[in-house]
């Protein structure tokens, strides 16, 4: 079992519809959660940070999480063609905060 | 440009060579990390350092491999005898806290392609 799992899609989303992210860590140590969205060829970029239970929201992004669960998730609003990439979902543990545990990523394709 | 840099931006080379790439942080963050990704697959730990002092590599990484970061600002990663497995983007990334907020804000990352 991989250690930090998501759907590797295509995920395909209308334009101004709502994409939904889904994922999934094993260890319960789990302290921290972000998402990256990384272009084709291109490096991760950072775009949403989570430590603690519940929703944060960031423009149109909506990070969710929930510890008892270990899920983690991520909705984009009005989904627009930029949208399209690769989205990581990466996790750290205690005391070993830089040192992330990624996802395979989920690919989001917005079509007009 | 104040972000994290790398280079080559690509590397080709034979199997069997040596090859070198180099980070420049972003100048005030003192922890650098190097990370291995491959098509399809999410970024893998390699090694991080603390200022000048390499804290933790990963199992994974073959004694082939080695990486420093002499005066605790740039960092080289060298791999030694290339082989086609090697084959990969690799990316380096940098922070300036350890803490449970700490974020990593990554290079453009050196593309090497093991022929």
């Known amino acids: 079992q991989k250690e930090v799992e998501q759907n590797s899609g295509p995920l395909s989303v209308p334009e101004g519809a709502i994409a939904s992210l889904n994922c999934t860590y094993s260890?319960?140590?789990?302290?921290?959660f972000f998402w990256y969205r990384q272009y084709s060829g291109k490096s991760p970029e950072l775009i949403m940070s989570?430590?603690?239970?519940g929703d944060k929201e960031d423009g149109r992004f909506t990070a969710q999480l929930n510890k008892a669960s270990q899920y983690v998730s991520l909705l984009i609003r009005d989904s627009q063609p930029s949208d399209s990439a690769t989205y990581l979902c990466?996790?750290?543990?205690?005391?070993?905060?830089?040192?992330?545990?990624f996802g395979a990523g989920t690919q989001v394709v917005v079509t007009p | 440009d104040t972000g994290v840099s790398q280079d080559p931006r690509h590397k080709i080379t034979k199997r069997g060579q040596n090859v070198t790439f180099r980070c420049d942080p972003i100048?005030?963050?003192?922890?650098l990390y190097w990370y291995r990704q491959t098509l399809g697959q999410g970024p893998e730990f390699l090694t991080y350092?603390?200022?000048?002092?390499?804290?933790?590599k990963s199992r994974l990484l073959s004694d082939r491999f080695s990486a420093e970061r002499p005066k605790g600002s740039f960092s080289t990663l060298e791999i030694q005898r290339t082989e086609q497995g090697d084959s990969a983007m690799y990316l380096c990334?940098?922070?300036?806290?350890?803490?449970?907020?700490?974020?990593?804000?990554f290079g453009s990352g050196t593309q090497l392609s093991v022929l």
């Open positions: 989570i430590y603690s239970n």
């Open positions: 260890d319960r140590g789990s302290q921290s």
């Open positions: 990334a940098s922070s300036l806290t350890g803490q449970s907020n700490e974020k990593l804000f």
């Open positions: 350092f603390q200022n000048e002092a390499q804290l933790e």
């Open positions: 100048s005030e963050h003192n922890r």
């Open positions: 990466a996790v750290n543990l205690l005391d070993s905060w830089g040192k992330l545990q």
